[in-house]
């Protein structure tokens, strides 16, 4: 089981960018990717960016490509989605999540291990 666990949010104004970040422990090995999604009240969970394990691949959903970015450090266990230009849109509780296996890396079904999530207000 892994242990995940979000920060780095906040309130920005439009065009603002902010650094989150996601600490794992535990199994995060067996995790063939990553990854990030955002929930509103209300509404569904949707898959935001995700990471592989192997060769440290990135995928985006459309809406935020180009303006976010996922990378890692291996040796930290820590993940930093930089989120860039961000739009009222955005706003959101942001929620690492660990356990999917491609091609199901933005599906949250697929997900086994889940942060309490940040959130992130842009106004």
């Known amino acids: 089981h892994v242990q995940l666990v979000e920060s780095g949010g906040g309130s920005v104004q439009t065009g603002g960018a902010l650094r989150l970040s996601c600490t794992a422990s535990?199994?995060?090995?067996?995790?063939?990717?990553i990854g990030w999604f955002h929930q509103v009240p209300g509404k569904e969970r949707e898959g935001v960016a995700s990471i592989y394990r192997l060769g440290s691949s990135t995928v985006y959903v459309d809406s935020v490509r180009g303006r976010f970015t996922i990378s890692r450090d291996s040796a930290k266990n820590t993940l930093w989605p930089q989120m860039n230009s961000l739009k009222p849109e955005d706003t959101a509780m942001y929620y690492c999540a660990a356990g999917a296996s491609r091609p199901f890396c933005l599906q949250p079904e697929f997900y086994n291990s889940w942060g309490q999530g940040t959130q992130v207000t842009v106004s």
């Open positions: 535990g199994h995060a090995y067996s995790s063939a990717c």
